[in-house]
């Protein structure tokens, strides 16, 4: 009960600055509809139901059957469509036993809470300096907007943790996915990360690039 009271105070207060500006009561994105910078267009209020205000996608413990040992599932609106213009949205990591989160970025900050396990977590920012600390269950860490993040599970049990984004759609980049899950070329990677063409291949591999 103590886990679900945080997680409702933590979210309520990432979108506290953001509830003073809504001029509609809300907005259900209906992906059918065109889709733009702003998010989906509104489902039809007449066809507004409860259960388009409920969503039980992070009750489930994401997939973590791969090389970094990590899996992530998300509330955002895409799987969540009430979320649309609410400026808000939320993630639930699993991290097995030696799993990693890779050097990653959002568009927006992130506000993590550590319900199960032993964690470092950190950032470093545009000059280069590295903050980070080992988390235990029930502590918070903040990933500033834009800045290069990461998580790790240094305990000897699977690791569960849940995300808050002042946003509905925060975006995801990862640097590994961003060289290695694409197909561009190995000599353009290899001038620009100093890395030898057989890691480079190597790493392809595993995320599932080309060329």
């Known amino acids: ?31 059918t509809l065109p889709h733009g910078p702003s998010g989906y267009s509104c489902k039809d209020p007449r066809r507004v ?10 009750r489930t413990p994401s997939n973590t059957s791969n090389a ?11 799987q969540f469509p009430a979320l649309t213009g609410m400026g808000i949205s939320m993630a639930r990591n699993d991290i097995d036993v030696g799993g990693v989160v890779p ?25 280069n300096k590295p903050f980070y ?20 599970n240094v305990g000897n ?13 925060p975006g995801f980049q990862g640097i590994s996915s961003a060289l290695f899950k694409n197909n561009l070329p190995t ?12 890691q480079i291949k190597k790493l392809k591999a595993v995320f599932g690039g080309t060329n």
């Open 187 to 198: 000599d353009i990677i290899q001038k620009i990360s100093l890395l030898d063409v057989a």
């Open 68 to 78: 970094l040992k990590y899996g992530v599932s998300y509330a955002i609106d895409k």
């Open 49 to 58: 139901t409860t259960n388009d205000f409920a969503y039980s996608g992070l």
């Open 1 to 31: 009960m103590m886990i679900l009271n945080i997680l409702i105070a933590f979210t309520l207060l990432i979108s506290s600055s953001y509830a003073n500006t809504l001029a509609f009561d809300y907005c259900v994105g209906d992906p």
């Open 157 to 169: 049990v699977p690791v569960v943790a849940y995300a808050a984004f002042p946003s509905s759609n």
């Open 103 to 127: 050097l990653h970025s959002h568009r927006t900050a992130e506000l993590a809470i550590l319900i199960k396990g032993t964690i470092v977590a950190g950032f470093i920012d545009t000059n």
């Open 133 to 152: 600390k080992t988390l235990n269950e029930g502590d918070i860490f903040v990933f500033p907007p834009a800045l290069e993040h990461f998580q790790f």
